[in-house]
Every structure is written in C-alpha cells, then in structure tokens.
C-alpha cells in the first residue's frame, strides 16, 4: 500500500508579505490546511485519489478566499464564468465544463461529464442542462457574488485589460497611488502590497491513493476582466490539468493562454515519459524555462505515483498546501517559504 498524499493551491501571482495582516496571512494558512486535511480523511479512509480531489476542489470552490465558486472574479460585463476539469490517472478519464454560469461546484459537474457522458468537454447552456439533469446542485449568478471581488473589477474595468486577480490587485492598488501616491512602478512593487481585498486565486489538487493511483482536478472564476466566452487552460485537459498513473498528477494556475499554447501540464508528463526526467526536473523546465520564455506566470502542483511532490512557481508567491498519510497539513504561501517536497 502507497502512503496517500494530497496537495492543493489556490493560486499563483503577485503575493506581497505586506499585504496581509497577521490574522488575514493566519486566515489563508487555515482555509488551506482544513481543506488539505479533508482530502487526507477521504484518502486515509481508503477513498480514490479521484474522490480526494473532488472534494478538495468543492470545498476550495465553496470558500469565498480564492477565485473557483463562491467568490469567483468578474468578467468585463460584470458576470461570472465558470471552468472546471477532472482527470483520473488509472485510465486518462476526463471531464470538464467551461463557461458556465449557475452550477454551485463546476468541479461536481466535470465529474460528471467524465463518468456519465461520452464525451470530455461540455460548455454554456449544455453543460448546465446536462449537470441540472444529473444532480449538480444549481444557483442563481448572485451566489457567486462577494464584495471584494466586484470592488476589485470596478477598480480595474475601463482601466486594463483581463489579468490575473492577483495582479489586478496589485494594478488597484498602484491606481490608487498606493501609500506613498506612486503609480506602481516596478522598483515600487515592494512598497505597494496588494490591495486587502484582493487575494485569491484559481485552484486545484492532486492526489495519489493507497492504491497507487493519481488524481487532479482544477477549478476557476477565470482572469479579472476578462472578455466574455474567453475559456482559459483550467479546463482543457493537459494544459491546466493531467492525470497519468504512468507518469504525473498535475494542476496549473498562471496566465491561462501561456499555459494552453504550452499544454504545460502534459509537458510535465512527456518530460518524465519520453525524457526521463524526473518530476521536479521536468515540473522546473515548465516554469522556469518553458512558460517564462511565451510570457506565462504561475506555477504547478504535480505529484507522481511514487509519493513525490513538486510546488514549483514563477511568481512572487502562490497558496499552496499538502499533506501525507495521518501527518500534518504543512502550508504555505510566499516564494521564500519551501516546504518539504520529497517522496514518501
């Protein structure tokens, strides 16, 4: 029997040590660490890596701190889209929904494109008939609404193209003057922390089983501002998220186009299957060599099936969080903090 693991992330970008208070920074270790430690029951009970993710996913998609669900950012016309996909690593099953604007948990409805459906992808109006007819939990547009995120689009609307909600952030703030009234200049970055209101961000799990079987999931409101009907890499299969037994789980956050034109997650695993790289070879020649080089930001969580673990980002920071067997979920969230990421 393998020792379970699970990671998650709840999104990459410009993430300030200033920016959080001590209680907000403690608030986000906490989100991070209870939904780490219920993937870990559902896996320490026996369950699939498949079931881990999933419910790792709706539990990140149901709090309001990251940018999947309730909490979702706001596209240019001041509504929510949603993306979300599911992949098993026993056989490459997959689902995924796209665009989607009345299903509570969109990772509930990519699941059940990839055990009920014949097909991987469904979008829009399709997708919500086919989840509402399986039993995924519908809502009306407002539950996905929270203050903070709708400030930070009227901050940024008319003012910058779609970004990536941490950066919007951080562009709010800039706008703003920050505290010493620049304009957010680069040799400014230090001094201008993100705007409190806005810290979130895309996520996603990976998760290996007693059985030795691998798992991801990923979830999305997409980018802040962004155009109508754009679909990012979240739920397209092998750019935000991939799933072999042979090879890799893997989960992506960044700048989603990047991330497409890379197919990011499944380089990962043709790195390790075709170059035999191992995985925090081919997971750093990802983002630090491959993505940088087309403009992407962000990073991975990927985990193979012999336990071992890799968190790589390109950004100043990225939510992240893991656990093994009955062991304590260990968090993190700044570029200067590396938990450990070795096998079992």
Not at 175 to 191: A, L, M, P, T, Y
């Amino acid at each position: 029997m393998n020792t379970p693991v699970i990671a998650i992330h709840g999104g990459a970008g410009t993430i300030s040590r200033h920016s959080l208070s001590a209680e907000e920074e403690a608030g986000y270790h906490q989100a991070l660490a209870d939904i780490v430690a219920a993937g870990q029951a559902v896996l320490n009970a026996g369950g699939s890596a498949l079931a881990a993710v999933t419910e790792a996913v709706r539990l990140l998609e149901d709090c309001p701190l990251f940018n999947a669900g309730h909490g979702a950012v706001y596209t240019s016309e001041g509504k929510h889209e949603l993306d979300a996909s599911v992949m098993s690593g026993i056989d490459l099953a997959a689902g995924a929904v796209a665009c989607v604007t009345h299903i509570r948990n969109p990772v509930l409805a990519a699941r059940a494109v990839m055990e009920q459906s014949e097909h991987v992808l469904l979008v829009g109006q399709g997708a919500e008939s086919f989840a509402a007819r399986h039993g995924v939990e519908m809502v009306e547009p407002g539950y996905f609404h929270t203050d903070a995120r709708h400030q930070q689009w009227l901050r940024v609307r008319g003012q910058a193209g779609a970004m990536l909600d941490h950066d919007a952030a951080s562009f709010a703030f800039a706008r703003q003057g920050g505290e010493g009234g620049h304009e957010g200049r680069e040799g400014d970055q230090e001094k201008a922390p993100l705007d409190p209101d806005n810290k979130f961000g895309t996520v996603g799990a990976v998760a290996l089983d007693k059985f030795g079987n691998l798992a991801a999931a990923t979830s999305t409101g997409g980018i802040t501002n962004k155009q109508p009907g754009r679909v990012g890499d979240s739920p397209l299969i092998g750019a935000g998220c991939y799933a072999s037994n042979s090879t890799a789980a893997v989960s992506a956050t960044g700048t989603g186009e990047a991330f497409m034109r890379a197919a990011a997650c499944y380089d990962v695993a043709a790195r390790m299957a075709y170059a035999g790289d191992t995985l925090q070879q081919a997971t750093d020649k990802v983002v630090f060599q491959l993505l940088p080089m087309i403009g992407g930001r962000g990073g991975l969580i990927a985990l193979d099936a012999q336990g071992n673990l890799a968190l790589p980002f390109n950004t100043e920071g990225m939510y992240r969080a893991y656990g093994r067997g009955e062991l304590a979920p260990v968090t993190a969230i700044y570029q200067s903090e590396q938990p450990e990421q070795s096998g079992c």
